[in-house]
Each structure stands twice: as C-alpha cells, then as structure tokens.
C-alpha cells in the first residue's frame, strides 16, 4: 500500500486543526495546549507541537496529515515536520491583517521544502472577510516562481479541504488519485 504525507501550514488560526479534523478518517491526535500567550485572546487553545490524522484514498493509498504548530517559536519542528512529505497545504486566514505578508512568510519559510515538493494555498475565513479576493491572491503570486492552487476552504467543509487535497496531489502527480 502506498503512503504520503502532507503537512499543513499557516497562521495561528487558520484552520490547521480543524482541516485535519473535517478529512481526517481516523481520530485526529491533536495536541492542543492551553495557550499561555498572545494567541490567548483569539483562541483559548492553540496546537503547541502538532496535529495527526489520515485520509484514505479510493486507490487505496494513505495520505499522513501533518499539521504545524503556527506559532513562530516552534518553528524549529518545521524541518522535522516535512521530512519525507511530499507537499504542503498552506492555510491563510483572510481574516487576518496581512494575509500577504502571511503568505510570503509561509512561502519563504518553506522555500526549500516547496523547491523540491509542491504547494497548495487554502484561504480560509473568506465568509467573514471576502477581500483580498482569491483572484488578488494570483495577482499577489505572479512576484513568485511557483503557480499553486488558490482555493477558497472552509477548514471545517470535509468538502473545501478534500478538494484542496486533491488539487495539491494532482499538482504532485496526476496519477495519484486514479482509481
Ligand atoms: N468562519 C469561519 N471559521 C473558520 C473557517 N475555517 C476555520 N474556522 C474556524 O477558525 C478557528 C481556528 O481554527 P483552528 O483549526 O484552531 O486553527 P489553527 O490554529 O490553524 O489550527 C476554529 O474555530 C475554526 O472552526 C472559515 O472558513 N470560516
Ligand atoms: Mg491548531
């Protein structure tokens, strides 16, 4: 049997966990800790080492979802995180006041991992603020050497994330998900 895995990114809040949870087909391990900082005032838990759980494709494959802690003090486990994956989601919370500046720190932060993998870009919270619009975000990302998928995800629709899943998969190789 063949098995990935995927690691998902982003901001604090952006929906990391709660993606993991919406297509996860085992229990999700999440290891949530009382946030003791900033991130307090938004969320009264924040993920401090990492977020689990698979997702079963029809072929028969296993796709490992691995999700980072979104604080920056953490970032030490990123390289740990993506060793063996084959691509990254990232998560922007268009909620947020740069979701730009989100953007470019994510991207140049995995620039090495995303060099030799590939990346897909989930927007999340679009319902509470619906600008920038994903059509600005391919604006925004003609300054890059990469053409991800841009979707438009509600973490908590199995439906968004699942397709967000697949665009990356199939950005990796087209014949991943074929049944
Ligand atoms: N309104 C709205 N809430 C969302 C959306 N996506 C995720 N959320 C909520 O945002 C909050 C933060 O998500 P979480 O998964 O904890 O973010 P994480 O820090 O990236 O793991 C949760 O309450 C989610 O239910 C969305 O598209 N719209
Ligand atoms: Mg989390």
């Given at each position: 049997m063949s098995q990935y895995k995927i690691i998902f990114t982003g901001?604090?809040?952006?929906g990391k966990t709660t993606a993991i949870n919406s297509i996860s087909d085992v229990p999700p391990v999440k290891t949530d800790a009382v946030a003791s900082d900033m991130t307090k005032s938004r969320k009264s838990a924040t993920t401090v080492a990492m977020d689990y759980g698979v997702m079963n494709l029809d072929g028969g494959e296993k796709i490992h979802l691995y999700g980072t802690?979104?604080?920056?003090?953490?970032?030490?486990?990123w390289d740990i995180l993506t060793t063996g994956g084959i691509g990254l989601v990232l998560l922007l919370d268009?909620?947020?006041?740069?979701p730009f500046q989100d953007m470019k720190f994510f991207l140049d932060s995995f620039d090495s991992f995303i060099g030799q993998t590939s990346v897909a870009i989930g927007v999340t919270q679009m319902d509470l603020n619906?600008?920038?619009t994903i059509d600005d975000y391919h604006i925004q990302l003609q300054g890059y050497r990469i053409k991800p998928a841009v979707f438009s995800v509600d973490a908590r629709e199995k439906n968004d994330v699942s397709l967000l899943v697949q665009a990356l998969l199939y950005s990796i190789d087209p014949g991943i998900e074929s049944e």
């Open positions: 901001p604090v809040g952006a802690p979104g604080q920056e003090r953490f970032d030490f486990m268009n909620s947020r006041l740069d619906n600008k920038p």
